[in-house]
């Protein structure tokens, strides 16, 4: 899913590209995506960009000055194509999503999969769809610290809640922890304050390295390869590879249809923590360590 870095990216090409336009239709291909109907679509129509927001993991894209507001979430497969070309065809099969027509080009909309998940709000006050969380990048430590804290979850899940902080995932949050070398269940309220103040700093830090990454990558283009699996993630999708830090290997934890990915020397002092699906299978003889894991592999 697209996070607060591609999301970023996403807007800063699209203020390039639309901001001054005027969108001439908006043609609507899949049934799912459009969620609300007043304002009807077409109240954007002959209208032009003035502002562009990001709420949450949402594009926000406001129509003079914020008289109407599309508002889109790429939820996990959605994903944004520019073609400097008005009119342009939406991809064929399931695939293809919406255009948006601008006067100078076309911006596409297309979904992979079968699971049709991403969707588009009509608004006249784009902050009723905002869930609430601390924008992480301009928090203060006090402000991080109190939400952070308000509650006692696990790090992972306090992360990754909306209405606690405001655009990380599931994929920037194991990048996160991994660089704060904390462990993804350590419950928020019983971390030391030393914890908290490196979550913080890993929290900015990696937010916007991975920012300036990602407009590298683009080069000034329109981003076309936004995954949540990167070849310079230390953490995230690299189950089994050496952990860059410590040369361990990347573990993992699988629930649903998510996985956390952490290194158990940098961040569990050398504990495995249990995977639901293997714990089960295995009871009382789960690994508790990557000596006792590679063992266990060896039979």
């Not at 960009?49 to 594009?59: H, P």
Request: proline letters at 7%.
């Amino acid at each position: 899913m697209p996070e607060l870095p591609d999301i970023t990216v996403y807007i800063e090409a699209l203020e390039q590209r639309i901001v001054g336009s005027t969108l001439t239709k908006a043609r609507i291909a899949s049934p799912f995506l459009l969620r609300t109907v007043a304002p009807p679509v077409s109240a954007a129509e002959g209208k032009t960009v003035t502002e562009l927001r990001r709420i949450g993991k949402r594009i926000a894209i406001g129509f003079d000055k914020g008289s109407v507001w599309m508002v889109l979430h790429l939820m996990i497969a959605g994903r944004l194509h520019w073609k400097p070309k008005p009119g342009a065809a939406i991809p064929g099969g399931k695939r293809g999503v919406a255009a948006f027509d601008f006067s100078n080009g076309t911006l596409l909309l297309t979904e992979a999969g079968t699971q049709k998940r991403a969707s588009l709000h009509m608004t006249d006050n784009p902050a009723t769809l905002d869930p609430g969380g601390l924008e992480p990048l301009t928090a203060s430590l006090s402000d991080f610290r109190s939400a952070l804290t308000a509650e006692n979850h696990t790090l992972k899940r306090a992360l990754t809640d909306p209405r606690v902080f405001s655009g990380i995932g599931n994929a920037y949050s194991d990048e996160i922890l991994h660089r704060a070398k904390l462990s993804p269940i350590a419950h928020t309220q019983k971390l030391k304050p030393e914890e908290i103040e490196r979550l913080y700093i890993a929290v900015q830090s990696s937010l916007r390295e991975w920012i300036q990454i990602l407009r590298d990558t683009s080069k000034g283009q329109f981003p076309e390869n936004v995954t949540a699996f990167r070849p310079e993630m230390a953490a995230h999708g690299k189950y089994g590879e050496p952990c860059p830090a410590c040369g361990a290997k990347i573990q993992r934890i699988r629930y649903a249809s998510n996985e956390t990915n952490y290194c158990p020397n940098c961040q569990t002092g050398g504990k495995l923590l249990a995977d639901r699906a293997l714990s089960r299978l295995l009871g009382s003889d789960w690994p508790k360590s990557l000596e006792e894991l590679e063992a266990l592999k060896k039979r």
